[in-house]
T-cell receptor
Framework: GQSLEQPSEVTAVEGAIVQINCTYQ??????LSWYQQHDGGAPTFLSY????GLEETGRFSSFLSRSDSYGYLLLQELQMKDSASYFCAVMNRDDKIIFGKGTRLHILP | DAMVIQNPRYQVTQFGKPVTLSCSQTLNHNVMYWYQQKSSQAPKLLFH???????NEADTPDNFQSRRPNTSFCFLDIRSPGLGDAAMYLCATSRDMTTVYEQYFGPGTRLTVT
C-alpha cells in the first residue's frame, strides 16, 4: 500500500521560519509535490521534487531525500496570508498523485 | 487568463435526486480529474481522463459517473446522492501524463444533500 504522514497542525509566528515534514511509503515513487489550500479555496501547486535536494522558489523551499522517503516544505518570512493547509502529494508509477492528510498552518501575529 | 472553471459553486440537491456538476478549462490540458474533498481531509481522486481515455479509481462508488465530451469540458454525475456524498468536488487538470505532479484546480463545487 501507500501512505503519507505529515503533522496535522503547526503554529508559528509572523516573520519566522517554519518547516512542514512529510514522510511517505509508496511503490514506484517518482516525486513529491506540495500544494497550498486556503479555507474554502482550491489547492494551488507550490513545488515538485523528483531529485534529492532543495528547490527554492521565493520564500518557499522544498526538500527531498529519496533514500529516507522524506521531504519537507520550508516557509520563510512568514506572513499572515500563509495561514492555510499544506498538502504533500506523491507521484508514483500509476501516473496520479496521492495527497497526504494536510498540515494546517496557524500563524500568530 | 487561462483557468479551470466549475459551475455551480454551490449545489443543493435532495437525497436520491440526480445531480450534475460541470467543469471547463481554457488551459488546453489533456488530463482532467475529479476529486472529492470532505472537511479537513485530503482530496480523494474519483477518476480522471487522459484525453478521452477514462480511468476509474477502484474505490469510487458506481453512483459516480463522468463524461468528457471534448477537451474543454468534463462532467460529474451523481446518480443517487446520499447524505455521505455531501462534500466539496474539485476539478483539476494537468498538461499531460508526464506533468501529473502539477495540477491546476478549479474553485470547487460544494454539494449539500438534504
Amino acid at each position: 500500500g501507500q501512505s503519507l504522514e505529515q503533522p496535522s497542525e503547526v503554529t508559528a509566528v509572523e516573520g519566522a521560519i517554519v518547516q512542514i515534514n512529510c514522510t511517505y511509503q509508496t511503490s514506484g515513487f517518482y516525486g513529491l509535490s506540495w500544494y497550498q489550500q486556503h479555507d474554502g479555496g482550491a489547492p494551488t501547486f507550490l513545488s515538485y521534487n523528483a531529485l534529492d535536494g532543495l528547490e527554492e522558489t521565493g520564500r518557499f523551499s522544498s526538500f527531498l531525500s529519496r533514500s529516507d522517503s522524506y521531504g519537507y516544505l520550508l516557509l520563510q518570512e512568514l506572513q499572515m496570508k500563509d495561514s492555510a493547509s499544506y498538502f504533500c502529494a506523491v507521484m508514483n508509477r500509476d501516473d496520479k498523485i496521492i495527497f497526504g492528510k494536510g498540515t494546517r498552518l496557524h500563524i500568530l501575529p | 487568463d487561462a483557468m479551470v472553471i466549475q459551475n455551480p459553486r454551490y449545489q443543493v440537491t435532495q437525497f436520491g435526486k440526480p445531480v450534475t456538476l460541470s467543469c471547463s478549462q481554457t488551459l488546453n490540458h489533456n488530463v482532467m480529474y475529479w476529486y472529492q474533498q470532505k472537511s479537513s481531509q485530503a482530496p480523494k481522486l474519483l477518476f480522471h481522463y487522459y484525453d478521452k481515455d477514462f480511468n476509474n479509481e477502484a474505490d469510487t462508488p458506481d453512483n459516480f459517473q463522468s463524461r468528457r465530451p471534448n477537451t474543454s469540458f468534463c462532467f460529474l454525475d451523481i446518480r443517487s446522492p446520499g447524505l455521505g456524498d455531501a462534500a466539496m468536488y474539485l476539478c483539476a487538470t494537468s498538461r499531460d501524463m508526464t506533468t501529473v505532479y502539477e495540477q491546476y484546480f478549479g474553485p470547487g463545487t460544494r454539494l449539500t444533500v438534504t
